[in-house]
């Protein structure tokens, strides 16, 4: 309300004066009169007033109703705002920082707290930025074992993270979340479910609770386990179900149909030279593979010495990124998978399997599988068979008797007990749960977390009916509970829905790929009314209102957390296998060798603050290593402190097993059979970016380009080219290859007694006649972003297909063309590299010869050699491209420092989690599958991807990811009109977005195509919480502005400050960007070429670097380092 | 000076020769009816047909504009890598037009070219309203175009200055010296002419404005001293702007290292199809005027027929460097140009909008080889309205081809125009014939005082 309309009084003091009634006055005087305004002249009684009170009138005001009431109208408002402001996001419980106190907490400074995402499979550690109290951005926490490598010497630590928790954070804020409890639509207080559940549990005491049912997803955290067991032992009647829609089921079966009990199987990629993956993509997004890519990208990287390499075979049904990256890729189909691995497994030798060689003629690839074998035998001990999460149980088993064979079990498969807390067959465990609920023996169902509703298998689907036979003995309407974090589809068919907190929002604690447990402590109170698991498990026992701190905080007293500390008081000497334990797998040249094993003494040693830091500061660096160099904790507080601010709890790690293959486990398998007949199999994948459909609604995912598709917004079914010739006779100018537009045919999918409809893509490397569909897609309430409806579909829904005896792959499917058409969304349309020298590839032979690249080295690019003025490469034979002389302008000089990136195509798995760290670091925003259509999407980095060989099976392809390239002779710079974007002192190009008109003449002149335009609003300033979101330390773009990589120079400019008040330069490896603290492989290296010692430097300086596109005498300072292929040459020759 | 032009080249073979006015005509009967057109002819209805189609267009504009500046440039196709496509189309198609006018008028009055007299002044009036229309593109093509006075060097607080070194900013110079000099040089030689109509005009308001216009003409020897002076003076300034304005907007392109754009032949190449175009537009807005306002005596078959041959003389070297191009891809031996040239012509999504252009640009024009052709208003319109056609694909084919296949092809992407690329360039045409059908309307088309000098009767004033 304007201030006119609250105190009207306040403008209308002045009445106009009539000219009558001055005369009037004037008249009345005699002799000399001052006046002060006409108002006094005319003797108004209004100026009388206005005189006397022109102060005391609001005070006189207490004594008018009628003022006094706007007055406290007006207070009352600005009470509430200013409680608005002082509303505190920083929970109410201790926090630790991971590096810096709450005592020092400065305004503008980040803090950086420790937590860890659970996720199926094992958690990625992570360590999240607070800025003023609102977590911004996700990095790796490099002391936990998935997303750091703890045993590694502290110097260098890095870590990594995947995207999906990167992406969190947007989840976190997502305005779509739920945000109240809900009883049958209404929105209710707590108290009032507590209330409901107290009657009902009371009701069911008296039974034992035998109606009570639990169905959560896969448990691996501690602390909830030991809430459900005691639930359980309080009411022995009810039964806890675990269902989880992509999970590990088939590992863990494969396991227990190899040695007879489920273990956990930890891979030892750093131990390993020979890798023979069966559908495995172990290199993907995901948290588990974190570890993974890291230590295998180390095995593999070559340089600086190290010349070897391992070797990776991939046998796959679906393209993935391992199949990418693999040396030997072989394209399969699902149901000849089983019968490849027999065949691979009775020529290895492996126990209970049948020698019987002639049964397996007619396997696919039959003529290099000897190859594959001899190849793995070479390496015993050194080699290492994996199988696909989603392979059935049978090939798990295979590929455990295969290891056990080659001698790997204890070198590169270490098998330890669970990580799950209760390991059950899930798919067993629904089916059970669903058989009860029809057979009327379920009254109250609680389902914690997850969405069974959208995506429980067809045949066990969670229809209303079905849920509706939820009833008590008595014939009265039973009770389902769904504890989410949105108000989804299972949501809407509960009684009672209870928003979950968010994970960076609540106490709890969960388990990483090899069982350590991290405690996740939250960075900000709940922004909603939510609950966290343990609170709400909380509600069906005797003390249903104890907090989530608590709750965790007790149960880890019973477990003694100072003594699990105290056996391991250093967490740098953590490591279960010493370094250099397998000889040369340290990855990091010769110099720091060694140093590993020295535990505490390298971690006392000065060193660069942890990789995922942008803000180490000396002082925080010994306090950090004292934390960790500290006596044994004294007392239970002390102990929690420790393992809060670390993020690990040491010695957690699940215990190694020792098990082997038993002799006659395949006995009761029954024999593998190809499939017969015709038609279509069908594969079903979780989606590389949407995962299971937990992450529909957020639009970071969505809009995140799918590895090797690049499809945004939109599941597909998956084909390969033959099969779409066939189908519709399309030839490549048609789609993908010759990058029209992508108006993908739509084809009715056929599959036992379902259909869906699914728009087809084009796939280079998947087998003929076989559909790939991916999960996640077609939610029909999962918010604004992620639902699907008629009129905006988004994706189709493959669950629809899925039936519990089936659930990864199946045959029968038939695929049935409409005629009609579906706009994809992709963003790339262009696989082929067109014969252009932009991703060099080298073998390993042709680079221990020295041949295969010298003629790339691009020694005249902006990163090398103007600083040593060896510039002069004229007359080098070998050498083609322009040197940095080749111009009339001086060259810059850098004085200070010169900041460079080096980008190692070798080790990119192109699983795309630096460019979610870049969007959620720069405030980059989304722009809608409409605009991704018309090409706008804006991420500062892309990877781009080109696929090698024949587009019908490809060998494998090459991931390149584009950041700015930051050129010495910029081709932006001299065309924009206004001086927007500049070359600066430290050689980075600058964008000045408030000088930006927005051209778009810097963007056409690029030949790299980096810019990003506005075109039109596409950032969010409307909605309140993603406020929160933003990155402080970068600038909010608004429409009509170009925008681009800036290698984070927030973070450079702040490790710049943070150097200059030390008096000395920034050290290497102090200066991380995002995409480089995410990346799982340190495929991207940033840092000082000055600085010839710099890591950057270092591989510049490689035989593999080289510039794209050097011909154009850009002299870019980001450089590539050739892909490396490491093929057999036994069956390369064939 | 011969009073009268001869006619050397065309009659090898037997025809009339055309003259540049037809016989019979005094200086009193050419003042009357040209005069006329404004002041006492009965405004035809096919001028408020003609108004009513080019002021909804023009209103079409106004709120694309609207559209546009309220919400971003996301509204037309324009996307990455193709940052420009309509916008900067429109345009170097704009700005080609233009020359015409000033080639007219500026380097043929040097050149003593008398034919020229009746339609020069048409032709600068549509130089001066296809610039308008040229201006709105670079404006609003911006992102932030209330921001586009940046561009301009003025003094400010950030003490920042136009980066001299971008050819946008050059474009900048170029097209504003442009603008004002035409518009200078279209004043100036209107000015005679509004003091006749000044005298003739029986309308107070039209005596009162003429007047002023006319700056207190009187036809003193003194005032025609200096206006041929002045005139002089103004067609020297704009005659290096003919070829330097577009040699700046092709510098665009040629200064970006995009392939397809990265040519140096360009200046000489854009100059030749601004000309090209021009004439078209001249052509294409004279056969109808001469015919609606039975001008055929002032404008004749000379006249078309000289527009004609300019047309097939530039045409052929708008052809020869569709040429060089082709040439140059494959002779500079750069992979990244030869793969440009292929899907340029034939391997591309876009290759119809090439085989449409060679069509429309070089084959079809050919025609006016024959005299006849040239002696066909008819033909000679259709001609005119396809190398139209032809030259603004032209400009598509340079811009859209080049961005959306460049280097790298990870980045390749497809251009789609939007209903408002289609609606911004349709409602400039609007309001080049809204100003142009006011201009019809109330100001001489033809220059009077000039005309009366080529009469036949007419004594030569001074020599050179």
Known sequence: MHIKETFPELYNIRRPVKREEIRARLEEKTGKEYWRSLEELADSGQFEDFLHSEFPRQAGEWDDEVGRRTFLKLMGASLALAGLTSCSYQPPETVVPFVRQPAELVPGKPLFFATAMPFPGGAAGLLVRSNEGRPTHAE?????????????????????????????????????????????????????????????????????????????????????????????????????????????NSASLGAQLAFGQPVNTVYRFDRAD??????????????????????????????????????????????????????????????????????????????????????????????????????????????????????TPAVHALAHAMNQALGNVGQTVVYTDPIEAQPVDQVSSLRELVGDIEAGRVEMLVIVGGNPVYNAPVDLAFTKERL???????????????????????????????????????????????????????????????????????AFTDKPEQSGYDIVRDYWRTQRLESLVASQPAVVAQATVPEGAAGGNNTHGGNTHGEGAAGANAAATPSPAPGGSPSPTPSATPNAATTRTAAAPANFDEAWRRVVHDGVIPGTAAAARSVSVSGNWAANLSPAQPASGGGFEIIFRPDPTIYDGRFANNGWLQELPKPLTKLTWDNAAYMSLNTARRMFGLNENDYTFKGREYNAPLVDLRYRGQTVRAPVLI?????????????????????????????????????????????????????????????????????????????????????????????????????????????????????????????????????????????????????????????????????????????????????????????????????????????????????????????????????????????????????YKVRRFNFLLYQDFETPSLKMMRNPDVTVRSRGVMEKCTYCIQRISYARIESEKEGRRVRDGEIVTACQSACPTEAIIFGDLNDQNSRVARMQHDRRNYSLLAELNTRPRTTYLSAMRNPNEEIHGA | MASRVDEPHDDLIHVTPNPVI???????????????????????????????????????????????????????????????????????????????????????????????????????????????????????????????????????????????????????????????????????????????????????????????????????????????????????????????????????????????????????????????AGFAMVLLLTIPLRKFYGLEDFITLRHLRNSAKIMLATGLIVGYGYMMEA??????????????????????????????????????????????????????????????????????????????????????????????????????????????????????????????????????????
């Open chain 2, 22 to 276: 037809e016989p019979g005509h005094t200086a009193a009967s050419v003042t009357d009816k040209i005069s006329a057109l404004v002041l006492k002819r009965k405004t035809p209805l096919a001028w408020y047909i003609g108004f009513f189609i080019s002021f909804s267009l023009a209103n079409v504009l106004m709120f694309t504009i609207a559209y546009l500046v309220t919400t971003g440039i996301g509204i037309w196709g324009n996307n990455w890598p193709v940052g420009w496509a309509f916008d900067i189309i429109n345009f170097v198609w704009w700005i080609g037009i233009g020359h015409a006018g000033t080639l007219i008028s500026a380097i043929l009055l040097l050149l003593r070219q008398e034919w020229r007299t009746s339609i020069n002044r048409f032709a600068e009036a549509m130089t001066l309203f296809a610039v308008a229309c040229a201006g709105l593109f670079p404006l609003l093509h911006t992102g932030r175009p209330w921001l586009a006075y940046w561009m301009l060097p003025y003094p400010n607080t950030m003490n920042i200055y136009p980066q001299f070194r971008s050819p946008l900013m050059w474009d900048v110079f170029a097209v504003s010296t442009y603008a004002s000099v035409s518009a200078l040089f279209w004043y100036v030689g209107l000015i005679p002419d509004f003091a006749t109509l000044r005298d003739r005009a029986k309308n107070k308001a039209f005596k009162v404005v003429y007047g002023m216009l006319a700056l207190g003409w009187r036809g003193s020897a003194r005032h025609w001293h200096r206006y041929e002076t002045a005139y002089l003076l103004l067609a020297g300034l704009a005659t290096p702007l003919v070829l330097s304005v577009h040699t700046i907007v092709s510098f665009d392109f040629a200064v970006s290292q995009l392939p397809g754009w990265h040519a140096t032949i360009f200046p000489p190449y854009f100059v030749a199809g601004a000309i090209y």
């Open chain 1, 140 to 248: 790796g926490n490099p002391d936990h074992p998935t997303s750091g490598t703890p045993e590694r010497p502290a110097g260098q630590r890095v870590a990594a993270t995947d995207s999906f928790s990167i992406a969190s954070i947007l989840s976190l804020y997502d305005p779509d979340r739920s945000e109240t409890i809900k009883n049958r639509g209404e929105i209710r207080p707590y108290t009032a479910f507590l209330g409901e559940i107290r009657t009902r549990l009371d009701e069911m005491r008296g039974r034992q609770g035998a109606g009570l049912r639990f169905l959560t997803e896969t448990v691996t955290s501690p602390t909830t386990a030991a809430q459900l067991k005691a639930i359980l032992a309080a009411f022995p009647g009810a039964k806890w179900h675990q269902y989880e829609p992509a999970g590990t």
């Open chain 2, 327 to 464: 040439f140059m891809a494959w002779y500079s031996a750069s992979e990244y140009e030869g793969f440009m040239m292929k899907n340029r012509i034939w391997t591309g999504p876009y290759w119809w909008a090439y085989a449409l252009l060679i069509i429309t640009n070089i084959i079809i024009p050919q025609i006016l080889w024959s005299k006849r052709a040239r002696h066909n208003t008819a033909i000679l319109f259709i001609v005119s309205l396809v190398i139209s056609v032809g030259m603004w694909l032209e400009r598509f084919v340079i811009i859209v081809t080049s961005l959306h296949r460049d280097y790298l092809p990870g980045s390749w992407a497809m251009y789609r125009p939007t209903v408002f690329d289609f609606s911004m360039f349709v409602g400039t045409i609007g309001l080049f014939f809204t100003l142009l059908l006011l201009f019809i309307r109330f100001l001489p088309a033809i220059s009077i005082f000039e005309m009366r000098t080529i009469l036949p009767g007419a004594a030569p004033k001074e020599e050179g």
């Open chain 1, 274 to 391: 020979r890798v023979l993956s069966l559908d495995s993509d172990f290199l993907s997004c995901g948290a588990a593979n974190l570890r993974h890519a890291r230590d295998f990208a180390a095995k593999r990287r070559v340089g600086e010495g190290k010349t070897d390499m391992n070797r990776l075979y991939v046998v796959e049904t679906t393209p993935t990124n391992t199949g990418a990256f693999a040396d030997h890729r072989f394209s399969i189909k699902p149901s000849q998978m089983e019968l490849f691995a027999r065949a691979l497994a009775a020529a290895l030798g492996a126990p209970g399997v049948s020698t019987d060689g002639a049964q397996y003629q007619n396997v696919a690839h039959a003529q290099h599988l000897l190859a594959i074998a001899k190849d793995l035998q070479s390496a015993r001990g050194r080699s290492l068979v994996v199988a696909g999460e989603h392979q």
């Open chain 1, 763 to 1007: 796939v280079p490397g998947q087998p003929d006649d076989v559909v790939t569909v991916t999960l996640g897609y077609g939610r029909t309430r999962a918010g604004h972003v992620g639902t699907s409806t008629e009129d905006k579909p988004l994706g189709f829904n493959a669950y629809r297909l899925r039936t519990s005896d089936a659930m990864w792959q199946g045959t029968g499917l038939e695929v049935v063309p409409t005629g009609d058409e579906y706009l994809l969304a992709v963003t790339q349309l262009h696989f082929n590299m067109e014969g252009r020298e932009i991703v060099q590839s080298n073998t390993l032979r042709e680079y221990v010869e020295g041949g295969g690249d010298a003629s790339h080295n691009v020694e005249g690019g902006a990163s090398v050699a103007t600083h040593e003025g060896a510039a002069e490469v004229v007359g080098k034979e070998t050498h083609k491209l322009p040197g940095p002389n080749d111009t009339l302008y001086p060259n810059y000089e850098y004085t200070g420092y010169k900041w460079g990136m080096a980008v190692d195509i070798a080790s990119c798995v192109g699983c795309q989690a630096c460019v979610i760290a870049c969007q959620s670091e720069n405030n980059i925003p989304i722009v809608g599958k409409e605009q991704v259509a018309r090409s706008r999407h804006m991420h500062w980095l892309r990877v781009d991807t080109y696929f090698k060989g024949l587009a019908e099976n490809p060998e494998g392809a090459h991931f390149m990811p584009i950041p700015c390239m930051h050129c010495e002779v910029a081709p932006c710079e001299p065309v924009c009109p206004v001086h927007a974007t500049v070359h600066s002192a430290e050689g980075t190009n600058d964008m000045v977005y408030n000088r930006c008109v927005g051209t778009r003449y810097c963007s056409n002149n690029c030949p």
């Open chain 1, 468 to 538: 509706d036979k939820i009833r008590t003995p008595d014939g009265k309407d039973g009770l389902r509970i769904h504890l989410s974090l949105y108000d989804d589809e299972t949501s809407e068919l509960c009684h009672w829905h209870i928003p979950e907190t968010h994970f960076l929002e609540s106490w709890g604690d969960t388990r990483a790929h090899d069982g350590t447990v991290s405690i996740i402590q939250p960075l900000i109170a709940p922004l909603y009314k939510g609950r966290s698991v343990n609170e709400f498990l909380a």
